[in-house]
């Protein structure tokens, strides 16, 4: 089977959106490994202390917006300051249900975001996701 990428992380606090999002996933080949944090402050500590040693530095992220704690956005922050060897590598796409003009200009002006999709993933925006890429 040919996989589009290796590994994928998905950064969401709703875990009934990471199953169905898993499960898109893996159905549409678009990734081999998923992994899956439900928060930023998680998703930014195994990056940190995991990722690179272990080889499981994510091709792309998908990462929501609105999260308790640390949104979308204070992950982008923190993501910046990791290093090379992550940031270089991984694509980050927001994957999120917001209506907001303010968080959708903000996901669309940061430059770190290479896609705003709205929920529902579904296999035809990965499908379009992957001619994209």
Known sequence: MDYFFKT??????????QFINQALISASLFS?????????????????????????????IFLDIR????????FLDEFKLLPEAVTKKTKI????????????????ENKLVRFLIHKPLSLEKLSDLRARL
């Open 67 to 74: 999260m308790p704690i640390a949104d979308g956005f204070d």
């Open 93 to 108: 796409v927001m994957l999120s249900s917001t209506m907001s003009e303010s968080d959708i200009s903000r996901a669309r």
């Open 32 to 60: 081999l490994k998923k992994i899956v944090k439900l928060s930023s402050d998680t998703a930014i500590d195994f990056l940190t202390n995991e990722a690179v040693q272990t080889d499981q530095v994510p091709d792309l």
């Open 8 to 17: 994928v992380m998905l950064i969401d606090d709703d875990s009934t959106d």
